[in-house]
């Protein structure tokens, strides 16, 4: 039976006179109650599959930071939207009156392995589902290892640091409650309050908890990252930077590297910690050859969104994206046999920076000095992958400022300086490694084979170059230092206007993201 509502006191959090309440679940009762709810059906894997409606992505333009003296010197107004406390009351009450009476499902976790800087969540939700994805990608209370389910006197005495609250199937009116559009994302730091109303798209709820952690973390001396990480048999560790789509999950889940984290991370003086316990894979064109510990971990416990099933057979078609291309997976992080229990590792020794081309112009990849380092990081320059916002139905390019512009509510400068930092007290080499496109741009090019792209990260993280970078070739355009040759690569690859049929056309390619990256830097000069 579900947990009794008499150990869940919402009343702290405003809501009164509600109807039934389920908390805490194991995976498998969350997974039953979901089905009983008719609100996804199983795989012939065994996910749950459930589809979000019409919001498969996150709604960046639907989300606000409440503008009140805690935080408001601190955050960059230029880049977020503000609500006033006023408009988040009666957002807020809008909520609490819709959960009334409603049966609601709660899910109590924490954030961030490093226990020196771990928060307590709560998640308030309309859907049991939610309430298993908050499981699957938060972490257990008290358990410093891997466990799918935390001890049941942790949540009887549960103080939460921040809730979310979940009205998935509330619509807003904006001519009734003030808003833009029916959706609100909605963030107090006064109240550590998070709304999320009108969208079932689970990806917010894991991305409004990083959104804070971006605020706080830095307040702390941690540099909070939206990288994924792993670690070599040598125990040096890897960070991979990258907007949703460009490689962050695929290239770090290698079966001869430990999984740190696939998306959230923070750097302390100490070293890397990961700030989820689950990984959020997208799974377009998923293959069992090509991300086989991605697929293989795609079994009963973890939640498949908008992955459409065959009618008969339940089997996942994974090249189908007729509902969206931000097909999603969901899983705990336990299911990739080689991950690391602790979720934490040392200081970096390489950095990538995933930049997806979409003019398919600059090199596979390439290493950066200092002053390219600033540059590259604070432009963010890659590509919106289809599906990953809505609205975004292709593949379209972006700066994306410290490849996090979405979440990040401080000066984009205020992350670049601590970047510089932690690089000057633990030295690393920063990489450029391009996953988008090449012999021509998105619709003329293609992209880099998968299998192109994991020869050079190897290379790369065995200093395969280390005693012969002075031979390496200068890029005449972007002035980036590119190796001569890597086992398993084709050498015509490295030099990306050789890849193009007309030279010219290249040529103009160029030129353009040069003068757009010129655009981008001055808005960061002091």
Aim: aromatic share 10%; with cysteine.
């Amino acid at each position: 039976m579900p947990h009794q509502s008499s150990l869940i006191d919402l009343s702290i959090h405003g809501i009164h006179y509600h109807g039934p309440i389920t908390s805490n679940l194991s995976p498998t009762r969350w997974v039953e109650l979901a089905i009983r709810r008719h609100e996804g059906i199983l795989s012939h894997f065994g996910a749950l599959v459930c589809n979000t409606g019409s919001r498969t992505g996150r709604s960046p333009k639907d989300k606000f930071i409440v503008q009140e003296p805690s935080m408001e010197n601190q955050i960059d107004w230029q880049r977020n939207q503000m609500v006033s406390p006023e408009q988040f009351r009666r957002y807020r009450e809008a909520v609490t009156i819709y959960f009334q009476r409603r049966e609601l499902f709660v899910q109590d976790a924490s954030v961030v392995a490093d226990p020196r800087y771990a928060l307590k969540v709560r998640v308030i939700a309309d859907q049991a589902w939610h309430a298993l994805f908050s499981q699957i990608l938060f972490r257990s209370l008290n358990s410093k290892n891997f466990s799918s389910q935390p001890e049941e006197a942790s949540h009887e005495q549960f103080e939460p640091d921040w809730t979310v609250m979940v009205a998935s199937d509330l619509r807003f009116k904006p001519e009734i409650h003030g808003s833009k559009s029916e959706t609100v994302v909605a963030i107090n730091f006064a109240e550590r309050t998070i709304l999320i109303v009108g969208t079932q798209y689970a990806g917010e709820i894991k991305k409004s908890i990083f959104t804070i952690l971006n605020a706080l973390l830095p307040l702390q001396g941690v540099l909070p990252m939206h990288c994924s990480a792993n670690i070599g048999k040598d125990g040096s560790t890897a960070l991979f930077f990258g907007l949703s789509g460009t490689g962050k999950t695929t290239l770090s889940a290698d079966p001869e590297r430990q999984l740190i984290g696939d998306d959230e991370h923070g750097w302390s003086n100490e070293g890397i910690f990961n700030i989820e316990g689950g990984c959020y894979a997208k799974t377009i064109r998923l293959s069992a050859h090509g991300e086989p510990q991605i697929w293989s971990a795609l079994r009963f416990g973890t939640v498949l969104e908008n992955v459409p099933l065959h009618p008969e057979t339940r089997i996942p078609d994974f090249e189908d994206e007729s509902i969206t291309e931000n097909t999603r997976g969901a899983y705990p992080i336990e299911f990739i046999p080689n991950a690391v229990p602790s979720g934490m590792g040392n200081h970096p020794k390489h950095i990538f920076f995933l930049s997806c081309d979409t003019f398919g112009v600059l090199p596979p990849l390439a290493l950066l000095n200092q002053e390219q380092i600033e540059s590259y990081f604070l432009c963010g320059y890659t590509a919106k992958v289809g599906g990953t916002e809505y609205g975004v139905k292709k593949p379209q390019m972006e700066f994306s400022t410290c490849f996090a512009s979405p979440f990040l509510p401080l000066p984009p400068r205020r992350y670049a300086m601590m970047l510089l930092e932690k690089l000057r007290k633990h030295p690393a080499k920063v990489w450029l490694l391009n996953t988008g496109w090449t012999g021509g741009p998105y619709g003329t090019g293609h992209r880099f084979d998968l299998a192109h792209t994991r020869a050079l990260l190897r290379a790369a993280l065995a200093d395969h170059w280390h005693q012969s970078e002075s031979s390496w070739q200068i890029d005449p355009i972007f002035g980036l230092r590119i190796p001569p040759h890597c086992p398993g690569v084709p050498s015509i690859l490295l030099q990306p206007r050789s890849t193009w049929t007309d030279s010219a056309m290249y040529d103009q390619y160029a030129a353009k993201l040069v003068e757009a990256f010129r655009k981008e830097s001055a808005r960061y000069q002091n």
